[in-house]
């Protein structure tokens, strides 16, 4: 596994902002101090639920093409724990909230936050991370025109995730015709994965720079490589063992994934003749595991190619519109990463 796909173990920038929003002075800063005798309350139903999930550590994609994006504004100091937290607890927030809506028992090697804390208090808690994202801006004391512009990116990366989310929840692969299955797939893929990417990028560049051109271009690389990554996702679903309870998971809720848009699109025939089996899973009559290894060998070839096709497209397209400009040779290191891992 390379390094851009390791799991992050060490304490987050997340992690320790979380820790901080729970101290007894910012809580009674925020509360008042006759919110005193309710600290430990707090603690223990919000920040340490949040925390627990959040050491659990991450691929921390996002963080990565912040941090980017920022070296490419033209910053050579670290990147501020602010910006970081703001991308990485949205999607952790996003997680939470996915969790339940999917009846996933398992998050990054544990238990989901609602079966370790209970439904409740999860949603809660995740719904929390929506709101703390604009909070963590204001502590940047940006100029209002800034903070204004990057306020409505937020809002917007949020929205835009809800409306793909209910795509995902309410669309069944099995209901479709294989004509409308890539657009869809795509359209979610552009509205979760992408629309946070593209927050993550927007972040990184649009604090530091007022450059339109170089902001524009970055934002835009930020949402194909967040496609790209969805592709990587379910494809590494399908091909990775260590990845195939979220395959089954998939298939068993009839998920519109890519490798059903790939397959619909290259190969109409097996596409019907894996929709059979597909139908005899939801039904109980067949293994997921037979249909993965099925998807697996008709394509496993199929996603690699179109992974790095994506990758490479954003990595041109941004050549083309800024140049190679500072941070370049660590976009292209992390695009050439994530294609090894794609396989």
Same mark, same amino acid.
């Given at each position: 596994m390379t390094n851009a796909m390791a799991t992050t173990r060490t304490?987050?920038? #997340?992690?320790? #902002?979380?820790?901080?929003?729970?101290?007894?002075a910012s809580l009674l800063q925020r509360l008042g101090t006759e919110a005193s005798p309710l600290l430990d309350f707090w603690r223990s139903s919000l920040t340490a639920p949040l925390r627990q999930l959040a050491d659990r550590g991450g691929k921390e994609f996002r963080s990565r093409l912040l941090e980017i994006a920022w070296i490419m504004a033209g910053q050579s100091d670290s990147v501020p724990g602010e910006l970081t937290a703001i991308v990485e607890g949205l999607h952790l927030g996003s997680l939470v909230v996915d969790d339940i809506e999917d009846g996933s028992d398992t998050r990054r090697g544990?238990?989901?936050?609602? =079966?370790?804390?209970?439904l409740p208090i999860a949603l809660n808690a995740g719904n929390w991370l929506y709101f703390w994202a604009p909070e963590l801006l204001c502590r940047l004391e940006?100029?209002?025109?800034?903070?204004l512009g990057l306020r409505r990116?937020?809002?917007?990366?949020?929205?835009?995730?809800?409306?793909g989310q209910a795509l995902d929840l309410s669309v069944r692969v099995t209901d479709l015709r294989h004509q409308q299955i890539p657009p869809l797939t795509d359209a979610i893929s552009v509205l979760k994965t992408g629309s946070l990417m593209k927050l993550a990028a927007h972040l990184g560049v649009a604090t530091a720079s007022m450059d339109r051109d170089l902001? =524009?271009?970055?934002?835009?690389?930020g949402q194909t490589v967040?496609?790209?990554?969805?592709m990587l996702d379910d494809?590494?679903?399908i091909t990775l063992d260590s990845r195939t309870s979220k395959g089954r998971e998939d298939i068993c809720q009839g998920r519109t994934t890519w490798p059903w848009a790939w397959l619909a699109v290259t190969d109409a025939l097996g596409y019907a003749r894996l929709r059979q089996v597909h139908r005899e899973v939801m039904l109980g009559a067949s293994e997921p595991d037979v249909l993965i290894q099925q998807l697996r060998a008709r394509v496993a070839d199929i996603g690699r190619v179109q992974i790095e096709q994506k990758l490479n497209v954003a990595l041109g397209t941004c050549e083309r519109r800024i140049g190679r400009r500072s941070g370049y040779e660590r976009l292209v290191q992390w695009i050439d990463e994530l294609n090894q891992y794609a396989g």
């Open positions: 304490s987050t920038a #997340l992690s320790r #902002l979380l820790s901080e929003e729970t101290s007894s544990g238990p989901s936050l609602h =079966e370790l804390c209970g940006l100029r209002p025109e800034v903070e990116s937020i809002n917007d990366a949020v929205f835009r995730a809800h409306y902001v =524009e271009a970055v934002t835009d690389l967040g496609v790209a990554l969805q494809l590494t679903s």
